[in-house]
Structures are given as structure tokens and as C-alpha cells.
């Protein structure tokens, strides 16, 4: 079955500076990729998400690039802010389910 | 105002009692799914339903059991069987395959 691993499991940076979040799935029949964020004691909520027959896709100061070859697609976030603060998850879409990564804890530091 | 609600959002259940908790959605999703979160941890999938009278069982489903009778209602039960049922229990749906999946609120159990 699928396969979702995601880095780095917790990230801390400067406000204003950029973010980047990896996933890397182990199935190529995977071909829809959400990304959600996740404050403390709340559901997720989607974020942005790419399809795979897409290789970047961009919402302000949130972009999602795919490399079906390598098999892994990147959250980043530019000129973050303190807001922007939470727990990221990635996820596959992979026969009738989606998988999930096991989250990165993003702190923005003012 | 469309999407997702579950309730309670805080639920503590006494050893040996079986509670149920209610996912209600007003998108007219066809999918809907039960996960669990522990602390730290990411989402794992319990039940899901990909249409009205039909579920199929997730990678944790030993101790849960579900119903859906009605499009919009999926509710969860977490038996005296689940042995460490202290968790977050997420509800999420989506109307069709790789299609987004928006999740609800959440609730909290809490085993006494």
C-alpha cells in the first residue's frame, strides 16, 4: 500500500523568512495531493493541493510543486508570519483513501 | 452555511461504557470518513463510507463500528472493546473520488 513520509517533523524560523515542507509517497498510482493545516485542537483545513497531471501550483504566499518522477511533492510558504504557526500534514489520494503524513510542527518566530 | 459538525466536542466515558459520536455534513458528499489523532501523531483512518448503507473498515478499526443510513450522518461508536480510546476523533467527507476532503471540528474523548 501507500506510503507517505514527510520532513522535517518539526521546523522553527524567523517571521518573513520562507518555509518548505517535503513528502515523499511510495505509490505512483497516487494523483491528487492536499495539504492541510492544523491548529491546536481544531480539525484540518485544506490549504492548497495539486493534482498530478500538475507541476506547481500557487495561492499568495503558499505554493505546491509535484516531481511524479521522484515521487514527492513540497509545501512552501514564503514571508511567513506569526500566524502561520501549526502542525502542516500532506497526504496522497491512493485507491479509495487518502494517507497521511505524520505532520510538521511549524513555528514562526517573531 | 455549509460543512461539517460534530458533536459533542468534549465527550468522558467511564471503562466499559460504549459512546457514539455525530458527524453531520450538509455538502452532499457521497464519502465520509472517521479518523483518529493521538497527540503528536498524524490521522489514522477507523471507518469509511463511500455511499449511503455501505462502509468498509480503516487500518484501526478493531474496537469501533459505524452506520450509514443517511447520506449526511455518519456517526462513530467506540465499544468497551477499544482498549485506549483516549483520542481526537476527526470526521471528514468529500464528494467523490480525488476530490477535496474537508474535515470537521473534532471531539475529544477522554476515557475516565
Known amino acids: 500500500g501507500e506510503n507517505v513520509e514527510q520532513h522535517p517533523s518539526t521546523l522553527s524560523v524567523q517571521e518573513g523568512d520562507s518555509a518548505v515542507i517535503k513528502c515523499t509517497y511510495s505509490?505512483?498510482?497516487?494523483?491528487?495531493f492536499p495539504w492541510y493545516k492544523q491548529e491546536l485542537g481544531k480539525g484540518p483545513q485544506l490549504i492548497i493541493d495539486i493534482r498530478s497531471n500538475v507541476g506547481e501550483k500557487k495561492d499568495q504566499r503558499i505554493a505546491v510543486t509535484l516531481n511524479k518522477t521522484a515521487k514527492h511533492f513540497s509545501l512552501h510558504i514564503t514571508e511567513t508570519q506569526p500566524e502561520d504557526s501549526a502542525v502542516y500534514f500532506c497526504a496522497s489520494y491512493y485507491g479509495q483513501n487518502f494517507v497521511f503524513g505524520p505532520g510538521t510542527r511549524l513555528s514562526v518566530l517573531p | 452555511d455549509g460543512g461539517i459538525t460534530q458533536s459533542p466536542k468534549y465527550l468522558f466515558r467511564k471503562e466499559g461504557q460504549n459512546v457514539t459520536l455525530s458527524c453531520e455534513q450538509n455538502l452532499n458528499h457521497d464519502a465520509m470518513y472517521w479518523y483518529r489523532q493521538d497527540p503528536g501523531q498524524g490521522l489514522r483512518l477507523i471507518y469509511y463510507s463511500q455511499i449511503v448503507n455501505d462502509f468498509q473498515k480503516g487500518d484501526i478499526a478493531e474496537g469501533y463500528s459505524v452506520s450509514r443510513e443517511k447520506k449526511e450522518s455518519f456517526p462513530l461508536t467506540v465499544t468497551s472493546a477499544q482498549k485506549n480510546p483516549t483520542a481526537f476523533y476527526l470526521c471528514?467527507?468529500?464528494?467523490?473520488?480525488?476530490?477535496?476532503?474537508?474535515f470537521g471540528p473534532g471531539t475529544r474523548l477522554t476515557v475516565l
Open positions: 505509490d505512483s498510482a497516487s494523483n491528487y
Open positions: 471528514a467527507s468529500n464528494s467523490g473520488r480525488t476530490d477535496t476532503q474537508y
